[in-house]
């Protein structure tokens, strides 16, 4: 076996991976309804082959003369084959019987969920939910190494090296943090003016808007789209392909243009990793919170800056054609960024969003370090709710009920908590050489773009995720810098000292 050999095989799997990829974009935003019989089997076809190329006979002799012929790989050649091994491995170690019916049990629990939605009955969902926890715990025992407890193992996969000990540590400080600060507000804070929020902007002028806005932030539309879907959402395909959605309400305009600022930080990543990782699992992220910090910065870092504001209210105003002219821009900005208790996360502010990870956080580390029986979640959910937000869900499909993610993947929830962690710390290290307000101030995002391109995005999946935040930052993950971005944003929107 040969290098070139080996990366034609991987760059086959990138190439079926991508078409996928694309067939997955292309069901959620235009495809006919009728299509659906047919696309399953064109998936299915294709899932098949690329099972076949990622655990067969050619990938198993690779995987087995490079571990002892490693010294005939290139350099890149050592990283490709490092990476392709760990997904060999995740794959290998699972029997194929066993991996269908994980899949058979996740469409059937899809199916659940949305019966148990309907009927607002966590009773519906129960018995899946259990089933693929078991089946969870049993796929933990195969894949577990050094990991000190089996929710270990499943943080791995989208974090690598994160650790319930980490997260036990850096949650609990943000917890307190977040909780401080909206006490304070709370006591001595005046609450901004919303109504103007949902004055109707029509659906062409948050497009325009939101284009406008992606490009000079730097997301190229000549190696990208947007588009419309019902749970937004970017694929990537490669770097020349980075496709955005996003969903419009002419009523809120906010929804669909921090979609957007959101979703074409993503888009941004996938943009810049390096080309010379193209065809091989390198072209990828380092972890699915890294991914998150590149959305999280353009939405947050940018998007709730009161300079990027300053800047862009006028275009805003002109855009939206007189509607928002008695509106001046304090009043404009603090209803932006106004903080509020609410059930659902996915419609939570930017103050409270990390709380509703951390309960999700807390709620699954039960699941799999304490064997806590499924009865009883919707009751410890209710009631981290009420002690964490002071709030309390009336019914399942306004707590337990509402994420999808419990129909297939667990583990995955920190991540989008560390997002918004690495943010801040990014942020932090990139305001010691470059005059972030100002720039902001100026509509000058371009040296922004560069340093992310440059500290965090080029790497790809060529390194961890880890590594990547010390060499950028200069530090471990520190929670400070999220909690003194917060407290400096939510102080002065609701005018506290
Ligand atoms: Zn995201």
Same mark, same amino acid.
């Given at each position: 076996?040969?290098?070139?050999?080996?990366?034609?095989?991987?760059?086959?799997?990138?190439?079926?991976?991508?078409?996928?990829?694309?067939?997955?974009?292309?069901?959620?935003?235009?495809?006919?309804?009728? +299509?659906? !019989? /047919?696309? $399953?089997?064109?998936?299915?076809? @294709? #899932?098949? *082959?690329?099972?076949?190329?990622?655990?067969?006979? &050619?990938?198993?002799? +690779?995987? !087995? /003369?490079? $571990?002892?012929?490693?010294?005939? @790989? #290139?350099? *890149?050649?050592?990283?490709?084959?490092?990476?392709? &091994?760990?997904?060999?491995?995740?794959?290998?170690?699972?029997?194929?019987?066993?991996?269908?019916?994980?899949?058979?049990?996740?469409?059937?629990?899809?199916?659940?969920?949305?019966?148990?939605?309907?009927?607002?009955?966590?009773?519906?969902?129960?018995?899946?939910?259990?089933?693929?926890?078991?089946?969870?715990?049993?796929?933990?025992?195969?894949?577990?190494?050094?990991?000190?407890?089996?929710?270990?193992?499943?943080?791995?996969?989208?974090?690598?090296?994160?650790?319930?000990?980490?997260?036990?540590?850096?949650?609990?400080?943000?917890?307190?943090?977040?909780?401080?600060?909206?006490?304070?507000?709370?006591?001595?804070?005046?609450?901004?003016?919303?109504?103007?929020?949902?004055?109707?902007?029509?659906?062409?002028?948050?497009?325009?808007?939101?284009?406008?806005?992606?490009?000079?932030?730097?997301?190229?539309?000549?190696?990208?789209?947007?588009?419309?879907?019902?749970?937004?959402?970017?694929?990537?395909?490669?770097?020349?392909?980075?496709?955005?959605?996003?969903?419009?309400?002419?009523?809120?305009?906010?929804?669909?243009?921090?979609?957007?600022?959101?979703?074409?930080?993503?888009?941004?990543?996938?943009?810049?990793?390096?080309?010379?990782?193209?065809?091989?699992?390198?072209?990828?992220?380092?972890?699915?919170?890294?991914?998150?910090?590149?959305?999280?910065?353009?939405?947050?870092?940018?998007?709730?800056?009161?300079?990027?504001?300053?800047?862009?209210?006028?275009?805003?105003?002109?855009?939206?054609?007189?509607?928002?002219?008695?509106?001046?821009?304090?009043?404009?900005?603090?209803?932006?960024?106004?903080?509020?208790?609410?059930?659902?996360?996915?419609?939570?502010?930017?103050?409270?969003?990390?709380?509703?990870?951390?309960?999700?956080?807390?709620?699954?580390?039960?699941?799999?370090?304490?064997?806590?029986?499924?009865?009883?979640?919707?009751?410890?959910?209710?009631?981290?709710?009420?002690?964490?937000?002071?709030?309390?869900?009336?019914?399942?499909?306004?707590?337990?009920?509402?994420?999808?993610?419990?129909?297939?993947?667990?583990?995955?929830?920190?991540?989008?908590?560390?997002?918004?962690?690495?943010?801040?710390?990014?942020?932090?290290?990139?305001?010691?050489?470059?005059?972030?307000?100002?720039?902001?101030?100026?509509?000058?995002?371009?040296?922004?773009?560069?340093?992310?391109?440059?500290?965090?995005?080029?790497?790809?999946?060529?390194?961890?995720?880890?590594?990547?935040?010390?060499?950028?930052?200069?530090?471990?993950?520190?929670?400070?810098?999220?909690?003194?971005?917060?407290?400096?944003?939510?102080?002065?929107?609701?005018?506290?000292?």
């Amino acid at each position: 076996m040969t290098e070139k050999e080996f990366l034609a095989l991987v760059k086959e799997i990138e190439l079926l991976k991508s078409t996928l990829a694309l067939s997955g974009w292309d069901i959620q935003t235009g495809m006919p309804e009728r +299509a659906s !019989e /047919y696309r $399953a089997e064109q998936n299915a076809f @294709l #899932s098949q *082959l690329l099972f076949e190329r990622m655990t067969g006979e &050619k990938m198993t002799l +690779a995987m !087995e /003369y490079f $571990a002892k012929n490693r010294v005939e @790989l #290139s350099e *890149l050649g050592q990283k490709v084959y490092d990476k392709v &091994k760990e997904g060999y491995d995740k794959k290998r170690v699972i029997p194929a019987e066993k991996d269908e019916a994980y899949n058979r049990e996740a469409s059937k629990a899809f199916t659940n969920w949305i019966k148990a939605r309907e009927q607002k009955d966590f009773g519906l969902f129960k018995d899946s939910l259990a089933n693929l926890i078991a089946m969870q715990k049993e796929f933990i025992t195969l894949w577990r190494k050094d990991e000190k407890t089996p929710y270990d193992v499943l943080l791995n996969q989208y974090e690598p090296g994160m650790t319930v000990e980490i997260l036990d540590e850096v949650f609990g400080k943000v917890r307190e943090g977040i909780m401080q600060i909206r006490q304070t507000i709370a006591e001595k804070g005046i609450e901004p003016r919303v109504d103007f929020l949902s004055r109707k902007v029509p659906k062409e002028f948050q497009i325009s808007f939101a284009k406008e806005l992606s490009t000079a932030l730097g997301f190229d539309f000549s190696r990208g789209r947007l588009d419309e879907a019902v749970h937004p959402f970017m694929t990537g395909f490669n770097y020349n392909d980075a496709r955005l959605t996003s969903r419009w309400n002419e009523e809120d305009f906010q929804m669909g243009i921090f979609g957007v600022l959101h979703e074409q930080g993503h888009g941004q990543f996938e943009q810049n990793v390096s080309p010379d990782f193209e065809y091989t699992p390198l072209k990828n992220t380092m972890s699915m919170g890294i991914h998150e910090s590149q959305s999280l910065f353009q939405e947050i870092m940018i998007g709730s800056n009161k300079s990027f504001w300053k800047k862009q209210y006028p275009r805003f105003q002109e855009i939206c054609e007189g509607r928002f002219d008695d509106i001046d821009f304090e009043t404009f900005f603090a209803g932006l960024k106004r903080s509020q208790s609410s059930l659902i996360r996915i419609e939570a502010d930017t103050l409270t969003y990390v709380l509703h990870i951390i309960i999700r956080y807390e709620m699954e580390k039960m699941m799999f370090n304490e064997n806590v029986s499924v009865e009883k979640l919707p009751e410890l959910w209710n009631d981290k709710y009420e002690e964490i937000l002071g709030i309390r869900p009336q019914n399942d499909l306004e707590g337990i009920l509402q994420d999808v993610h419990w129909t297939s993947d667990f583990g995955y929830f920190p991540s989008y908590a560390l997002g918004y962690m690495y943010a801040s710390q990014m942020k932090h290290a990139m305001s010691q050489t470059l005059d972030f307000d100002t720039l902001l101030k100026c509509g000058e995002y371009l040296p922004i773009k560069q340093w992310l391109d440059e500290n965090v995005r080029v790497f790809g999946a060529s390194v961890k995720p880890k590594d990547v935040l010390k060499n950028a930052t200069g530090e471990d993950l520190n929670p400070k810098y999220l909690l003194e971005e917060l407290e400096k944003l939510y102080f002065d929107v609701y005018q506290v000292g």
